[in-house]
Every structure is written in structure tokens, then in C-alpha cells.
């Protein structure tokens, strides 16, 4: 009976230690990795951005986030790394927990993906998403939203599409999408209830 319960126990010291070398291990792949080691059109493909891009929004992360306090605390780096192939390729975040050059277990994954979109929030959107109505051309559209659908706040819809096109010539990799063809990855944004858009064009 004790022999029983003494391997039982053993069995779980040994199982707790193979993960625990298998933390460590996808630890250490994780802080080794370096994007800009890939060649530029691979980078592009990955990240859907070039390098130039990819340093700015990594100058961005890694000013307004807290220095690592722990000796394996996930890098900007690979914070950034994360959340570009994961908003690239548009999967589930499994996908991205899987990759050998992110390596991030999902459960390590949500919670970087949640800190990164804070951070972009509150540190880009407000710098490179204007609205040009002023405060009564907004109160104008949302009373004219309540009134023909009954939804209060309401000033301007937005959606994204993507529109298919032919390859084109040049840096025909940033129009590569995730269902194998070109296409123009577009956002509609309406400020009223007739025609008035605005269309840009997203890589």
C-alpha cells in the first residue's frame, strides 16, 4: 500500500519537473527570438509591416509598458511579435501559442495581447485616428441615428472589407492575404446617414 502511494507521489515529482524543464525551455526559444533576423519580404509576409514600422510601434510598446521585473518576463519584443502574426494572419490565438519564432502558451498570450492593445490605444489611436465632425455636426448624426433606428451615441458606422485585385508588380507580398489571394484590405467609415465615407486603404 505505501509503495503504492510513494510511486503515485513520485510519478507527480517527475511529471511537475518535465514541465517545468519544458517551461524553461520554451522560455529561453521565446527570449532568443529577433524578427529582424528574417529577410525583408519574409518579415512583411509575417508581420504584415516593414522593419521600420515594426521598430516604431516596439518604441511605442517598450516606453509605456513597466521594465520586466521577473528573470523570464516576456520581452517587447516578442510581446510585439505576438500580436502582429496573430492580428496578420487574423487565427485564433492557439495559432500564434504554436509558432516556434513567438512561442507563447496561449494562456501567456491573452494577457499580452490585452497589454499591447491598451498600450495602442491609448498611445496611437488618438495620434493617427481623427474624426473631423464637430460637436454639433455629432450631435446632429447621433440624434438622427436615434431617431430612424432607436440607438443612442451613435456618430458614424465603420466596417472593413477586403476587395480582391490581380497581383500587382511590386511588394505584391503585402497584399497577400490569409485566404491565399490579393486583395485590398479596406475601411469604410460613414459620419452620416447618407454618402459621406471615408476609404483607407490598410497594410
Not at 524578427?35 to 509576409?45: A, D, I, N, R
Not at 498600450?119 to 436615434?146: D, G, M, P, T
Not at 466596417?159 to 484590405?185: E, M, W
Request: hydrophobic content about 40%; charged content about 25%.
Amino acid at each position: 500500500m505505501h509503495s503504492i502511494a510513494f510511486r503515485s507521489v513520485t510519478e507527480e515529482v517527475e511529471e511537475e519537473e518535465r514541465l517545468m524543464a519544458q517551461r524553461v525551455e520554451r522560455r529561453k526559444l521565446r527570449d532568443a527570438i529577433n524578427p529582424f533576423k528574417l529577410p525583408q519580404s519574409l518579415f512583411e509576409k509575417y508581420y504584415r509591416l516593414n522593419k521600420a514600422g515594426f521598430q516604431y510601434l516596439l518604441d511605442v510598446l517598450t516606453a509605456n509598458t513597466e521594465a520586466p521585473k521577473k528573470a523570464f518576463a516576456i520581452s517587447p519584443i516578442a510581446k510585439l511579435s505576438g500580436c502582429l502574426k496573430f492580428l496578420a494572419e487574423g487565427g485564433y490565438q492557439t495559432g500564434v501559442g504554436k509558432d516556434c519564432d513567438v512561442s507563447l502558451a496561449q494562456s501567456s498570450f491573452i494577457k499580452v495581447l490585452t497589454e499591447v492593445r491598451t498600450v495602442f490605444e491609448r498611445h496611437l489611436c488618438q495620434q493617427w485616428i481623427k474624426v473631423s465632425e464637430s460637436e454639433e455636426e455629432n450631435r446632429n448624426i447621433a440624434r438622427a441615428f436615434y431617431v430612424k433606428y432607436g440607438i443612442p451615441g451613435v456618430v458614424g458606422c465603420i466596417d472593413g472589407t477586403h476587395v480582391r485585385i490581380i497581383a500587382p508588380p511590386q511588394n505584391a507580398h503585402l497584399y497577400y492575404n490569409r485566404k491565399g489571394n490579393y486583395s485590398l484590405n479596406v475601411m469604410l467609415v460613414s459620419y452620416s446617414l447618407f454618402l459621406h465615407l471615408s476609404i483607407f486603404e490598410l497594410f
